[in-house]
């Protein structure tokens, strides 16, 4: 018999280098079951583990608005986050059924997640379509993904624009670039317009600051995608899901992590 995924709701704790550090400690300490995790950060920047800071931020304006810029262990491109964009997370060990299923290379592990999501977001009326490396609404980005594949598990995870502060977005993740650099060239985010599912809604802006405006969306959403992995949304069967908690293994690895590399100004630095 298949296990069923662990749907671990979010907790309410918004301090992005605990949350980066609890995403890492799922992934290293991955069993049996596969794990479904929701999670929010506070406003800031988290950039992809290879990208250089100076080119994918506009530190004047990260500076000037109040937003800190950390890194997260997985590839991928720069992202802001603040109290309206939802994060989703699912670690799984590589032999499960429904990864081994995806095939082999990083596409087929994005379309676990992207599938689920898109899913969820046509639940609510809007006609999200998933891409090669996000989610997208008539060209405009909802979301971007990124994964990283260990010796036995992997772990996928995705933003999601909810209601969040997209001014600020486009401002901090303006960065100069840098041309002539081969690591910036390999790493370089890839920019698109934005939207979020407020703004394809009800065509509303968004909040300034970071705050969401509209947490009975939120609460709808996070129901949706729940539901979607339930339905099956990421495969062709559907899912048992259980509720569950982080675990104190977890918990511990997280706070190694935390301790050893994610308070470490040195590490969100690196380029």
């Known amino acids: 018999m298949v296990a069923p995924f662990r749907f671990i709701a979010d907790d309410g704790r918004h301090e ?3 949350n980066l550090a609890v995403d890492e400690a799922l992934a290293r300490t991955a069993g049996a079951e596969p794990a479904v995790r929701l999670w929010r950060n506070d406003r800031c920047v988290v950039v992809g583990r290879f990208q250089l800071v ?3 931020v506009d530190l004047g304006a990260a500076d ?3 937003v800190p810029v950390y890194r997260r262990f997985t590839g991928g491109g720069a992202v802001y986050h603040d109290a ?3 994060n989703v997370s699912l670690v799984a060990p590589r032999d499960h059924p429904h990864i081994e299923g995806l ?7 994005y379309g676990a997640m992207l599938e689920p999501l898109a899913a969820a977001v046509r639940a609510l009326g809007i006609a999200a379509e998933p891409a090669r490396r ?3 609404v008539a060209g405009r980005k909802l979301g971007g993904i990124a994964a990283w594949v260990g010796a036995r598990s992997v772990l996928v995870h995705a933003t999601l624009l909810i209601d969040a502060d997209l001014a600020a977005l486009e ?3 303006a960065g100069p670039g840098e041309p002539g650099s081969r690591r910036w060239q390999l ?3 890839e920019r698109a317009p934005v939207t979020s599912i407020a703004r394809e809604l009800d065509g509303s802006p968004a909040p300034a600051g970071g705050s969401p405006r509209r947490p009975d969306l939120h609460a709808s959403v996070d129901r949706a995608v729940l539901h979607s992995f339930m339905a099956g949304g990421c495969g062709a069967t559907e899912h048992p899901v259980r509720r569950d908690g982080l675990r104190a293994a977890e918990l511990a690895v997280a706070a190694d992590l935390f301790r050893n590399r994610y308070s470490e100004p040195a590490w969100h630095a690196l380029g």
Do not use: D, I
């Open 187 to 189: 790493t370089k985010s």
């Open 171 to 173: 401002r901090v993740l």
């Open 134 to 136: 996000g989610l997208f």
């Open 16 to 18: 992005p280098r605990h």
């Open 103 to 109: 095939g082999s290379g990083f596409q087929g592990l």
């Open 54 to 56: 100076r080119a994918e």
């Open 84 to 86: 309206g964009n939802l």
């Open 64 to 66: 000037r608005l109040g």
